[in-house]
């Protein structure tokens, strides 16, 4: 047979389909085709709290080892160390408790004025105690995971705060578990108040500091700031009551070729090293609804009877 008769294609069970350029342009065609959709629609979103809730008993066996470790440590620590942190939980005690009795002068006096000025008293906030379990895998965020969620009662946008201060607010949600943005992340903000000056601000997570800092933006170069200044929350946005402790200024920066300081201000919640928080529901959430607008009654006919 001659040679140019033979056909040169490979038989069928040989052929590969489609070559390996189209198959990854088509892929990345798709997976941000997916980014998009996720990242405006949300798409995503009960896959996520699927997998949560799939992946849960894994992530608590997976804890287990760690969780005993570190009992395994605060088991073996040193008499000297126990005295130490006795002392120091004896000072802080008797710190808190001369705050308390001050407090308790100033809640007096602020009930008073309260009930000559007939203001309303301020609504209480219900809480949820939580653990943290372990830090978020991405590095480029400061998250952190608490062992609450919908199963328990918590909401998104919820704040959180330690026995110190603020320590960030409830971005996510699943089953059992929440995942929780600190303050130092460079995507949260939080309206503060000066407690000396009274002049309110934006507070941001400053992506520059490595240390976990924050940076009050917008504040002309001018203004009233000082080193050491206490910053609370506002309470202007409806998520974090008022007058919970924020973060303290620390450096102050005022230059001639901008019209804004920069100021950085350092935490005072313990955001590298938490192990236990409070939850809190956003204010929006306790206030009642606006009540519906009466009906006008329609006017009276001429001649009708009374």
């Not at 892929?27 to 979103?45: E, K, Y």
């Not at 201060?165 to 699943?174: I, W």
Request: charged letters at 20%; hydrophobic letters at 45%; proline letters at 7%.
């Amino acid at each position: 047979m001659p040679l140019g008769t033979l056909d040169g294609t490979p038989p069928p069970f040989f052929r590969q389909g489609p070559s390996a350029l189209s198959k990854l342009i088509f892929f990345s065609v798709l997976a941000l085709f997916l980014m998009v959709a996720d990242a405006r629609f949300h798409v995503a979103q009960p896959l996520r709290v699927g997998l949560a809730a799939v992946l849960y008993p894994v992530q608590w066996l997976a804890m287990r080892p760690v969780q005993w470790i570190r009992g395994g440590g605060q088991y073996f620590e040193s008499l000297s160390a126990a005295q130490a942190s006795e002392a120091a939980a004896h000072r802080k005690l008797a710190t808190q408790s001369q705050r308390a009795n001050q407090v308790e002068q100033l809640m007096l006096e602020n009930s008073r004025l309260r009930g000559l000025l007939q203001l309303r008293e301020r609504v209480a906030m219900p809480s949820l105690a939580a653990q943290v379990l372990y830090d978020a895998a991405d590095p480029y965020t400061h998250k952190v995971i608490i062992d609450k969620g919908l199963l328990d009662g918590v909401g998104a946008g919820s704040s959180v705060m330690d026995e110190i201060g603020v320590l960030g607010q409830v971005t996510r949600v699943y089953p059992m578990v929440s995942e929780v943005t600190l303050v130092t992340d460079r995507d949260q903000a939080i309206p503060v108040l000066n407690t000396r000056t009274g002049a309110r601000g934006l507070a941001f997570g400053d992506p520059t500091s490595r240390s976990g800092a924050l940076e009050l933006r917008f504040m002309a170069a001018n203004a009233d700031v000082q080193a050491g200044d206490l910053l609370t929350t506002s309470g202007v946005d409806g998520v974090y009551p008022p007058g919970l402790p924020v973060a303290r200024v620390e450096k102050i920066e005022r230059r001639v070729d901008t019209a804004f300081a920069r100021i950085s201000c350092s935490p005072l919640a313990l955001v590298s090293g938490v192990g236990h928080v409070m939850v809190l529901k956003p204010v929006a959430a306790q206030i009642a609804p606006r009540p519906a607008a009466e009906t006008p009654a329609g006017p009276v006919k001429k001649g009708a009877r009374k």
